[in-house]
């Protein structure tokens, strides 16, 4: 069989993105977490940093050439030597158990040096020519301090346009049949049966699989749940008020005649668990006027949901634009649902946003 395209860029994605996930967890499970607050008073763990170091590492072993645009930056590590010894005792330790998976993804990184250039890698400015990966090592920081819903996002873009998509969602179930329930963004574990990985290749449709400690596992199709109604829908949004109108986010569900209650939780896991049907639609509202969306938030799952059989755009109907630069600089919010009734929400978050 001819290989398809981009074949090698998702092996590549799924395994870095399986490798950084599983240093997640053992963060989430066996150590201090390393909290420092950025200077946009958001979170960032060692977790952040080390799922970073071994992505980028990977993606270099693999296509040298790439170019990066990443979410963290090393500055805080080589300021900060117990912090560096952390991250580095973490990233030194993890690999997948399997050597021919491991190996492709170029091994382990040689030195707490080399850790901190590879992290200062993800420094491209983005934009619309050539080959630009985008990672967030943990979307969600929040949720994955609490236990909750977080994500391992990468995505790759050729020329602005989103080819390749993976996201890794260790809280999230297994099983692609299992309904989102209200409590899933506050009281998700990792236990069994829990861990998967969403993909998508342009053209090639969605995949999950669940997620392993070796080499990646056999795939699934998905799609989104066909609607008979959009009052049946479930919505998914932001656990914080913040990031979102969640008043506008009710009365835009009351427009549609929607009565279930929203289900709250981080990270791009809303866009992999619409993209399965385990949900419906994901309303992202502008709540700070100041607010710019970043690629790294919503490469891989914009692509994932499309390829299910979803649209996604912003709050005027536009298609999110990530050939910008770092930033989704021409666009707010975020609308996705299944295709056939998207334009019915984006007329009904028209209706409540110009009141
Ligand atoms: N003010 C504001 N408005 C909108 N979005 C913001 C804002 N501040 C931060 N962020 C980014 O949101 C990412 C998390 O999005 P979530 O949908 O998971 O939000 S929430 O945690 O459920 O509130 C989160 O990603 P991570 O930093 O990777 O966790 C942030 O990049
Ligand atoms: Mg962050
Ligand atoms: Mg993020
Ligand atoms: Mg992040």
Redesign the pocket.
């Known amino acids: 069989m001819a290989s398809q395209e981009y074949s090698k860029e998702l092996h590549i994605a799924l395994l870095a993105v399986q490798r950084a996930t599983l240093l997640t967890k053992s963060v989430f499970h066996s150590h201090a977490k390393g909290t420092l607050n ?1 200077s ?1 008073a ?3 763990t060692i977790g ?1 940093f080390g799922a970073q170091a071994l992505i980028i590492a990977a993606l270099q072993h693999n296509f040298p050439q790439d170019e990066i645009v990443a ?1 963290e930056e090393a500055k805080d590590l080589r300021e900060n030597d117990q912090l560096r010894e952390t991250v580095w005792d973490l990233v030194k330790g993890a690999s997948l158990s399997d050597a021919t998976a491991e190996n492709e993804l170029g091994g382990s990184i040689s030195s707490p040096e080399a850790m901190l250039d590879i992290i200062d890698k993800g420094n491209s400015k983005g934009g619309n020519r050539g080959r630009i990966w985008a990672i ?9 301090l609490r236990g909750g ?2 994500a391992v ?1 990468l995505g790759l873009m050729v020329d602005g346009d989103v080819k390749v998509g993976v996201l890794g969602c260790p809280n999230l179930p297994v099983s692609d049949s299992e309904r989102l329930s209200e409590n899933i ?1 506050a009281d998700a574990t990792d236990a069994e049966g829990k861990g998967v990985l969403f993909s998508a290749v342009l053209g090639q449709g969605a995949q999950s699989r669940p997620l392993s400690k070796d080499t990646v596992s056999s795939p699934s199709s998905i799609h989104m749940k066909p609607l008979a109604n959009i009052s049946e829908a479930t919505f998914c ?8 109108s969640q008043g506008d986010a009710a009365a835009i569900a009351q427009k549609l005649g929607i009565t279930k209650p929203s289900v ?7 866009y992999g668990s619409i993209a399965r049907g385990a949900g419906d639609l994901y309303l ?1 509202l ?3 006027k100041d ?1 710019v ?2 690629i ?2 919503h490469a891989a799952g914009d692509l994932i949901v499309r390829e299910a059989g979803g649209q996604v755009t912003d709050v005027e109907g536009k298609r999110l634009d990530f050939s910008l630069g770092r930033t989704l600089a021409n666009n707010k919010g975020v609308i996705a649902a299944p295709k056939d009734v998207h334009g019915e929400v984006i007329e009904a978050v028209k209706s409540i946003l110009n009141k």
């Open positions: 950025k946009d958001s979170p960032v952040d979410e967030d090592p943990i979307d969600g920081t929040k949720g994955f819903q977080y996002c963004g949004e932001s656990v914080e008020a913040g990031h979102s709250r939780m981080d990270s791009q896991a809303k992202r502008p709540a700070r607010y969306e970043k790294w938030d």
